[in-house]
C-alpha cells in the first residue's frame, strides 16, 4: 500500500550548456488509492514530487546538488507501519575527483526532512548523513570501493527507534567487474 500508486503521469527535462554545465528538472503525479489516503498516514489523494538539479562533469571534477519535493510519496519506517510523510524536503550535494592514477575520492550530504509527518511527530528529518567513500579504477573492467556513511539523526529520538529507521553509521567495501 505504502509503495503503490493509481494512475498518473510525468515528465522531465534537461539541459546541457556545455563546459561540463547541465541541469535537470523533473515532475510526477499519480492519484492515490482508497487504500493509500485511508490506511497511511498522508492525507492527500495525489502523490507527486518536482525536482531540480545542477551538475559540473568536467576536468576530472564532479559536482552535484540536487533538491526535491514530494507529497504524500515518501514512505519511511520498516515498512510494518503505515508511514507515509505529507510532505518531505530533500537536499543532496556531492564532490568528487579522479586523479590519473585511477583513484576517485567523494564526499556527499544528503538528507530528507518529513512535514507535518503525524500530530504527534510533526517535522522529522528521515534520511539525514554525511558519506566519505572512494573508488579504485584498476583498469576499464575492474574496480574497489569503499564507503563509509556517517548518520546524522539523533539516536537519543525515539520516533526513528519506534518506526525502525535506523541511527546506525554504514561502512560498505566492494569490488567490482564489468564485462
Known amino acids: 500500500v505504502r509503495n503503490a500508486n493509481g494512475d498518473g503521469f510525468g515528465l522531465s527535462t534537461s539541459y546541457d550548456f556545455g563546459m561540463g554545465i547541465s541541469a535537470a528538472a523533473a515532475y510526477t503525479s499519480s492519484d492515490r488509492t482508497n487504500d493509500q489516503m485511508t490506511r497511511t498516514t498522508a492525507q492527500g489523494d495525489k502523490a507527486e ?5 545542477l551538475k559540473y562533469d568536467a576536468n576530472n571534477i564532479y559536482l552535484a ?18 508511514g ?9 550535494v556531492t ?8 583513484l576517485r575520492p567523494a564526499v556527499s550530504f544528503l538528507m530528507s526532512k518529513g512535514k507535518d509527518l503525524s500530530k504527534t511527530d510533526g517535522d522529522k528529518d528521515l534520511v ?25 539523526l539523533d ?7 519506534n518506526n525502525g529507521i535506523s541511527t546506525d553509521d554504514v561502512v560498505a567495501l566492494g569490488l567490482v567487474y564489468q564485462f
Open 128 to 152: 539525514k548523513y554525511a558519506d566519505i567513500g572512494a573508488t579504485y579504477y584498476f583498469n576499464r573492467n575492474m574496480s574497489t570501493y569503499v564507503d563509509y556513511k556517517i548518520n546524522l
Open 49 to 53: 514530487a518536482w525536482t531540480t538539479g
Open 95 to 102: 564532490a568528487q575527483y579522479q586523479f590519473d592514477f585511477g
Open 84 to 92: 507515509v510523510a505529507n510532505k518531505t524536503q530533500n537536499f543532496e
Open 65 to 82: 546538488t540536487m533538491y526535491s519535493e514530494t507529497r504524500n510519496m515518501t514512505p519511511y519506517g520498516n515498512g510494518n507501519g503505515n
Open 155 to 161: 539516536e537519543d529520538d525515539s520516533f526513528y527507534s
